[in-house]
């Protein structure tokens, strides 16, 4: 056991106002299974990067291990895996990749295969596996999750449960209860350790959240009986004072002395007010900085004319001589919430390709509703660039609409200013949701919709769909999502 020490580190990109860490300290034990989480454009990713010493920061980081990243980014893809895994570690022993692989259910002839020729998920747990063989190394995992079919994920998981020494960078609740036993959370205002999974650290958070909103609600109500009474305390200190220089009724002189003593005991009692006002007020800033905002979203869809959609009955797909999928049968009917399920590479995005209206080989019977608008999130984020207000008027969508979407999603104002090249995979992720918020459409298709995107707004997406019950056919592995919001399940 060692420790990775943090201690006052501040860091910005060169060029920025704003800081992302300021004065952050905290220690790491490098035999936790480390979950890190956080809202997109936090920071998580910068972090590993300190770590990697990428960047100049002020501050320190020691530690008394070496540090990996994965993804590990592979220059040579037309290299066989087995020459891949080399590169990653010269030094490795067959044996013990072939026990690693094994455990990951990965065949050993992918090894004499060109890594380029394996699947997203394949590449992943070969990755892996040799990052796990070096010894007195800590490592580095940034979103694997994102490659990973509803099974990988589910196998993966196991395999990190039983592995030590890692952060985790990861938005799948399920994902992170089932491998994690700490949790560092990038909030507001701070960042935090807490010993537990995913569950139990939102869990706390939930209570630590509504304690502070219920002691913010006593204090406003505090102050604002405290200002009332110090108002009313010094009105009548004044009115007192002023007897000093008059005459009874009764026509005999004020005492004076008296009056004095009362006005100056009104006046202590006064001030008295105001230092406990002071105290209400130092005591009300502290709170709410890490209490996270989470607006509810809301969509707009067009009914449609009938109730059925579109109807798929015995259809196969091809590309050239390749069938992709054969003999896909359902019908996307209003008010459905449809999961479209199946392995990577099972032919999901061809189907959805299909119902948008793409040219595609296929056999079978297709029908789709004369006049049906559709709003598709892509996989792809590769293609966004430039700013959100050019973006908006391009897609023909209402820009101060889109930019409150944003906003709720978690969007600083100085976001807008920045070119949509450089937001982080989940910011350009909500910049897809949002335009398709916007759109007017009779069905919402969504292919992977929560890659990159972070926990509190996959749950206000939740709530969305939950609240307003859109018409929509959806691709995910998210297995806590997709067992909320699913009336249908197509299995490809």
Known sequence: MSLINVTNVTFAYEGSYDNIFENVSFQIDTDWKLGFTGRNGRGKTTFLNLLLGKYEYNGQISASVEFDYFPFHVEHMDYHTIDVVGEIYPDYVHWEL??????????EDVLYRPFGSLSNGEQTKVMLAALFLKENRFLLIDEPTNHLDMEGRKLVSTYLRGKSGF???????????????????INRANIEIQKGNFTDWRINKEQQDQYELAENDRLKKDMKRLAEAAKRTSSWSDAVEKTKNGTLNSGSKVDKGYVGHKAAKMMKRSKSLEQRQQSAMEEKSKLLKNVESSDSLKISQLPYHKSLLAELDGVSIFYGDKTVC????????????IALSGKNGSGKSSVIKLICGEDMSYTGTFRRGSQLRISYVSQDTSHLQGNLTD???EHGIDE???????????FSRLQFEKDMSSFSGGQKKKVLIAKSLCEPAHLHIWDEPL???DVISRMQIEELLLEHEPTILFVEHDREFWAKMATKVVEL
Request: glycine share 4%.
């Open 451 to 453: 890659n990159f995107i």
């Open 167 to 185: 952060i985790l960078v990861s938005h799948d609740r399920a994902f992170l209860d089932n491998c994690v036993d700490h949790i560092l959370s």
């Open 400 to 410: 101060s609409l889109f930019k409150a979407i944003l906003r709720k999603l978690d």
């Open 391 to 393: 973006y908006a008027r």
């Open 326 to 337: 054969s003999g896909i049968s359902f019908t996307i009917e209003q008010g459905d919430r």
């Open 98 to 107: 072939m026990r690693e692989l094994s455990l990951l259910k990965v065949e």
